[in-house]
């Protein structure tokens, strides 16, 4: 895989199938353009391959794929934001292209039908171009029934993939479940395109971070740090791939706070962020945890909960079952726990009675890529089926064994959650907890500290640490 030019930025414009390179010196910005252009062919024949493939098990002889439409609120002109067809933005770097289509006929270059419109009420979507149109037939239409002329003609030969909404004339979305199942079960697998891609929504997410971080000192508001957030980003809360958590004091806590207080508390003692960034469609999912005092214990139960999350990111292996590695993270948090005074239960222990899960109640992680949360993490295989959970372990995302190419989340986390806590408190094994400790902790909230990684057939790749490092 070709290098990712240090500082490089590749923002997509809104809308528009081109890309921009920007904040790159001249000299370098060839190479920027070449290193996608290098890697995308690959990507594409990948995707050939695995379609070729998932229309033989679904008994079809063209993929059909919509962007998606336009949906508007009841009884009221708006839109709701849109959002792109994973299925389609896995072929073609387009987030902003409603009423477009993607069709594959294996043995045929993929075609494109991409909507254009004559509207003068809205900026018009520039027509493709870039390093990427070259691997496309691309038919410009003017209106989406247009479409239909230029679809295969039998839609009962078709997997169409997508919503209901989507539907155009008999062409219905039908996702075919041996398509989809093997599709998605393949798109674990990240290609070197995929990873280019997600190590530049990795440098939006990062620089978008260290600016967070910067108003939090400054005493923001939660409001006005997530404004930061999204400046430094240089993207809306439409375009991050997911709802900011911006969270002063005892709102770490809250797993998904997304209230953003518009007024700074009058005593700011820790902030815990989760906020990623997007690029050409893919995603990257961050978390960091900061104590205002630097000093302060609760500094120290930061540093020892990310000592933790660097272990568990180690073992991002080929072979390694993402079930173990949660069950895994339990002992590694219970033993923080028990280091600091917390619990007085051997890490087995607190696991075993489920004490620890009241610290830690949700998922070690999930895989990324085109969605935050990706799909197939359950999948037993590319026919279907599904790998259970560990037994008490309801919220975990991903039961499969690592694989080289698969990115993974690793996202400990400690908490202080009242309802979770008081079930303690309630139950056989409230002795187990130090409950002068959880007072001193709970008005702190928590602490989770989330990479993205690249499980290969050696060292695991962690692209939020190396971005982290090259902004240092």
Not at 4 to 18: D, I, N, T, V
Not at 151 to 173: H, K, W
Not at 232 to 260: C, F, K, M, S, W
């Amino acid at each position: 895989m070709p290098p990712f030019p240090a500082g490089a930025q590749w923002p997509l414009r809104p809308g528009a199938g081109s890309v921009r390179i920007l904040q790159l010196p001249p000299e370098r910005i060839d190479m920027a353009i070449q290193d996608l252009a290098n890697a995308y062919p690959q990507h594409i024949a990948e995707l050939q391959r695995h379609s070729t493939l998932a229309l033989e098990r679904g008994g079809c002889d063209h993929l059909v794929v919509p962007s998606g439409t336009l949906h508007y609120q009841v009884f009221d002109d708006r839109d709701y934001p849109y959002a792109v067809n994973p299925q389609f933005k896995a072929w073609a770097p387009l987030t902003r292209a409603p009423g477009s289509w993607l069709v594959f006929t294996p043995g045929q270059k993929p075609r494109l039908i991409y909507l254009q419109p004559f509207d003068y009420w809205h900026v018009v979507p520039e027509a493709p171009a870039g390093y990427w149109v070259d691997q496309f037939d691309i038919v410009i239409i003017r209106k989406p029934d247009e479409a239909l002329q230029h679809l295969p003609g039998n839609p009962a030969r078709c997997a169409i993939l997508g919503e209901p909404q989507s539907a155009l004339g008999d062409f219905v979305p039908d996702n075919p479940a041996a398509v989809v199942n093997y599709l998605e079960y393949h798109r674990a697998f990240k290609t070197p395109y995929e990873i280019l891609m997600m190590r530049e929504a990795t440098r939006v997410g990062v620089r978008a971070h260290r600016a967070a971080e910067v108003a939090f000192r400054a005493g923001k508001s939660e409001f006005d740090i997530h404004m930061a957030y999204c400046s430094a980003a240089r993207q809306d809360a439409n375009e991050l791939p997911y709802h900011n958590i911006v969270a002063l004091n005892e709102h770490g806590a809250v797993l998904h706070y997304t209230e953003l207080d518009t007024v700074a508390p009058a005593e700011i003692r820790s902030f815990l962020i989760d906020a990623g960034g997007s690029f050409g469609g893919y995603a990257s999912d961050i978390t960091r945890t900061y104590a205002f005092d630097r000093d302060s214990e609760f500094q120290s139960l930061i540093a020892a909960v990310d000592a933790a999350q660097l272990a568990m990111c180690a073992e991002v292996r080929a072979g390694f079952d993402y079930r173990q590695l949660h069950l895994g993270a339990h002992l590694k948090l219970a033993g923080v726990l028990k280091d600091f005074g917390i619990i007085d239960l051997s890490p087995e222990a607190a696991l075993e009675t489920g004490v620890s899960n009241a610290f830690f109640p949700h998922g070690i992680g999930h895989g990324i890529g085109l969605q935050v949360h990706d799909v197939a993490g359950f999948a037993a295989s590319d026919a279907g089926g599904v790998i259970p959970r560990p037994e008490g372990q309801p919220f975990l995302r991903t039961t499969r064994t690592l694989e080289a190419g698969m990115v993974m989340t690793i996202e400990p986390g400690i908490y202080f959650i009242d309802m979770l806590l008081d079930e303690v408190r309630k139950g056989a094994h409230a002795r187990s907890v130090n409950w002068d400790r959880v007072a001193q902790f709970r008005p702190y909230g928590g602490v989770r500290i989330e990479d993205d990684v690249v499980c290969t057939d050696a060292d695991p790749i962690n692209l939020t640490r190396d971005e982290f490092a090259a902004t240092a």
